[in-house]
């Protein structure tokens, strides 16, 4: 019961972070329709953005992992401007374009922190706490809840505002919405100004979690991308079940199959893929004549 | 072509006299580059001709390595016969990875793949059978007629060899029917499939193809170095390939090896600032797809816009539509039903697009479908040839059921359509358009490919000799080495007619052929589409002209909102009342000007 509990929550505390990485990939393909594959190391920039302030420059927690959002986000801004001619044109292209710029990324953050990884600690203590007679990990908790914030945030952002508003019409229908005024190439920076920001909490979060080094974006980008896929891509809700069902996974497969949990998470992901490759809330695409 | 020879036979003298010329660490660095030019090719193949993005190859590279690695040093077998089992495990692997592209598209078979690469790194790191992070090492170098091929001078022989062969059978592939089919694919997998394109048999074709060239790389890269870890079948490795056939022009094979071997030697000259390497070639990816989407291929092309006609293209532009000089006889039509819809209903979401849609078409008949824009004309198209299964309703054609039925099906039933907004191969110029259509064999005819090439070239022969006949009938011989975006939009409307027909459907479907076309095309369009009658082909034509629609058409149906509001010969329809007033009281419809579609407009 114990092992079953801590595997859980431990399971929702990484599921969280791959729900925060999925939500990025999600409102960028949803807005615009494009998978950004260097969305994993915005997460890792992020995440060594967020470890140097917090370790090396002992700047509160809270205050590194702000300073990492928004670096990040100024990162999505440059890649959206710099991609922006084949918004709409060529999808294929642009996501070629994407992995160009994680690659280019990786190579920036080898260059800056070069080849060793950083370690974090963690901001809120690393003892156990007791719950109802269960012990977990307050970061973990700590994760679970930031994450439901940023999340909350999103939604908000969405569903109650002007700019929102704009982003959703630009998703369903980018002619019209052009044609109503709305500036769709504002629309998608912001989407992907916001994806960016999300992969950077995701990274500061995972920093205390994991090594922060520079395969951690292949890794957790991997997970939050399979997460993506399982909740239905682009469906925001949808890429918070997929992230805490991916965590979960993972979570009980490295419990019980160790070194190759990777290989039984993703041949599970597989599976799942081809039975139902629009994930658990996506529509179908409908290919049009 | 004198000059291709010359260029060809100069470069292959180039190749075998290189090794004379070089020390030992250079030939151990173009021993390198020929194996990483194979997985280039195999890139091409998947990305640039089938247009499949595949990050799996890397696996297929690392499952033939390690293969030939562990069973040389586990089992005692042979270099030779470990090599060849490796590349066909090479080969199961890209099977099993192309698995999901029968289901999933592009982005998801990106990251699948990627993640599949990535659970193998994460296996042959954590496998004691492979040596974990240690990898496998001690594989002996192979030795063949005597020659021990320890000698990277000797090894590169055998690679140039493979690499060769390699390039000749990917150039045979592209240029014949399996790969200008991959190509249609690539370029519009929904007008593909309309014209009889197995797409997701191609597409695990595709990533076997992958498999195989990743396959054969990855055994001559265990006889080269001797050694196998997780490090030489990382992501990064991956990315590098993908780099390589980008910047060297996905489309092009030559640029696809080009960029391998340059990439090879750049990364070898900059081992020691090997994160500035990669902030170039990064850089030089995202480059690469702004402003050069076709890589160093198409940059002569893009500086020399001359350089873009192709021999023999200059003549002719189109001729003349010449009708068939037999009169047209009015009593072609049997009793046969070429075309039955029962009880239609197809809704997108909240929007019912077909509403209990019934009609029945005899064999032989011009059947005109009018209506307002929106009303379920195209949609109606769509259910027939079967790219939206309807929810309700059944389907016939000539008596068989085939609702629900894939696109690729339907087509080899007898039925051909075009497309409202064009949808002709935009990479491939008029002839292949044709040629691709032509084509009437299943996919598993591709086994000739294997085992019986001289099969294949006398099939060339044939579909070439059947397309020619196309071109000259419409007219389009004088264009067929142009690529359709070039022409004028006329012309680009008679070469998708064109393409259908290549074809040879029983029934025909045109959605809106008159739609941008100026009054003497409209007038040769009419001569068209009486000629397909007459040779036995049933035509359903959906169109805004009227007055083509009342001249041609035997029978018409009106749809408005989805629902069939009248249907008869073409004067009783036009008096309908509802009819009419489906188009807002306006009482002189029949005589309105041809209109252009909305969707036109946008061109």
């Known amino acids: 019961m114990q092992v079953f509990v ?13 729900a925060l990485v999925a939500m990025g990939f999600s409102i960028v393909y949803r807005t615009m329709g494009l998978v950004n594959f260097a969305h994993g190391d915005i997460v890792m920039i992020g995440a060594f953005i967020a470890a140097t302030a917090f370790m090396s420059s002992r700047l509160p927690f809270a205050l590194a992992v702000l300073i990492a959002i928004v670096l990040t986000a100024a990162i999505g801004l440059v890649i959206e401007r710099v991609l922006r001619p084949l918004e709409h ?59 439901a914030a940023a999340a909350a945030g999103v939604w908000y952002l969405l569903t109650r505002t002007k700019t929102g508003a704009a982003m959703q019409a630009v998703a369903a229908d980018y002619e019209a919405a052009t044609a109503v005024g709305i500036n769709a190439g504002r629309s998608n920076a912001m989407a992907f100004a916001i994806g960016a920001g999300l992969a950077a909490l995701a990274g500061s979060l995972a920093g205390p979690v994991l090594y922060v080094n520079e395969s951690l974006g292949a890794t957790i980008g991997i997970s939050g991308f399979a997460a993506a896929i399982l909740g239905g891509f682009g469906n925001i809700p949808g890429a918070i079940v997929g992230g805490l069902a991916f965590g979960l996974l993972s979570g009980f497969s490295a419990g019980y199959f160790h070194g190759s949990s990777d290989l039984v998470t993703f041949v599970a992901f597989a599976i799942v893929v081809m039975i139902r490759p629009t994930g658990i809330f996506g529509e179908s695409t409908v290919n049009r004549a | 072509m004198k000059r291709r020879l010359v260029l060809i036979a100069a470069t292959l003298a180039a190749a075998y006299v290189l090794p004379y010329r070089l020390s030992a660490y250079p030939m151990q660095v173009v021993d390198i580059a020929l194996i990483f030019a194979l997985l280039a090719i195999g890139l091409h193949l998947t990305l640039g001709i089938a247009g499949q993005i595949n990050l799996a190859q890397v696996a297929c590279f690392g499952v033939s390595a390690y293969t030939t690695a ?44 990627l993640g599949l690469a990535i659970a193998f790194l994460g296996l042959v790191s954590n496998s004691t059978l492979t040596g974990g992070s240690d990898g496998v090492s001690g594989i002996p170098a192979p030795s063949a007629f005597g020659l021990d091929l320890s000698s990277n001078y000797l090894y590169y022989y055998l690679e140039a060899l493979v690499l060769f062969a390699g390039i000749c059978f990917a150039a045979f ?107 170039g070639y990064g850089l030089l990816v995202v480059a690469t ?82 209506g307002p824009n929106g009303s379920g004309k195209t949609t109606l198209f769509n259910v027939i040839s079967g790219l939206h299964p309807p929810e309700r309703g059944r389907v016939t054609v000539f008596g068989r059921d085939v609702t629900g039925a894939r696109p690729q099906k339907i087509s080899r039933l007898g039925v051909a359509r075009t497309f409202q907004n064009l949808r002709l191969f935009h990479r491939l110029d008029t002839r292949d358009n044709i040629l691709a259509a032509c084509d009437r064999t299943r996919t598993r005819w591709s086994w000739r490919y294997l085992l019986w090439p001289a099969g294949v070239v006398r099939g060339e022969r044939e579909l070439r000799a059947a397309a020619a006949g196309i071109l000259g009938r419409y007219g389009l011989t004088g264009v067929s080495r142009l690529i359709p975006s070039s022409l004028p939009y006329g012309t680009q409307r008679r070469i998708e007619i064109a393409r259908a027909m290549a074809a040879q459907p029983r029934l025909l479907l045109l959605d809106e052929p008159a739609a941008g076309l100026n009054p003497s095309e409209i007038g040769e369009l009419a001569g068209i589409i009486r000629d397909i009658r007459r040779d036995g082909v ?66």
């Open chain 1, 6 to 18: 801590q595997t859980l929550v431990g399971g929702l505390g990484f599921g969280a972070i791959y």
């Open chain 1, 89 to 147: 044109r060529d999808l294929d292209l642009m996501l070629i374009g994407t992995i160009g710029f994680g690659i280019l990324l990786e190579a920036i953050a080898t260059l800056i922190w070069g080849a060793t990884g950083r370690a974090v600690r963690t901001p809120v203590g690393a003892s156990p706490i007791k719950i109802a007679g269960i012990y977990v990990q307050p970061y973990d908790l700590l994760i679970i809840a930031l994450a």
């Open chain 2, 70 to 113: 562990l069973l040389t040093t586990h089992a005692g077998l042979g270099f030779w016969p470990a090599a060849v089992l490796g590349v066909l495990a090479a080969l199961a692997a890209g099977l099993i990875a192309g698995i999901p592209a029968l289901r999933v598209q592009s982005h998801y078979l990106g990251i699948v793949s």
């Open chain 2, 173 to 279: 592939l592209t240029r014949t029917r399996l790969g200008r089919r991959m190509r249609a694919m690539r370029d519009d997998q929904l007008a593909a499939a309309s014209i009889g394109a197995e797409v997701p048999y191609l597409r695990i074709i595709a990533f076997a193809l992958g498999g195989l060239y990743g396959g054969l790389a990855g055994a001559l890269y265990a006889g080269l170095i001797g050694f196998v870890a997780p490090a030489s079948v990382s992501i990064s490795v991956m990315f590098f390939v993908l780099a390589m056939v980008m910047i060297g022009g996905r489309h092009s094979l030559a640029g696809s090896v080009v960029g391998a071997l340059v990439l090879t030697a750049a990364r070898e000259l900059l081992l020691n600032a090997a994160a500035y390497a990669q902030l």
């Open chain 2, 289 to 370: 797809v702004i402003a050069a989407p076709d890589g160093l291929a198409g940059l002569p092309g893009k500086a020399v816009p001359a350089l873009r006609r192709r021999g023999g293209a200059a003549g002719g532009g189109v001729a003349r539509y010449v009708p068939q000089p037999v009169p047209d006889q009015p009593d072609h039509r049997g009793t046969v039903t070429a075309l039955q819809a029962e009880g239609i209903t197809r809704r997108f979401r909240g929007v019912t697009a077909l509403h209990d849609v019934s009609l029945t078409v005899r064999a032989g008949d011009i059947y005109g479908i009018v």
């Open chain 2, 538 to 603: 049933t035509v359903v034509l959906i169109e805004h002209n009227m007055g083509l629609v009342m001249s041609l058409c035997d029978r018409v149906i009106v749809f408005d909102a989805g629902r069939v509001i009248a249907e008869g010969p073409p004067e009783a329809v036009a008096n309908d009342a509802a009819v009419v007033s489906a188009y807002l009281g306006d009482s002189n419809l029949f005589d309105a000007p041809s209109e252009v579609g909305d969707n036109d407009a946008r061109q």
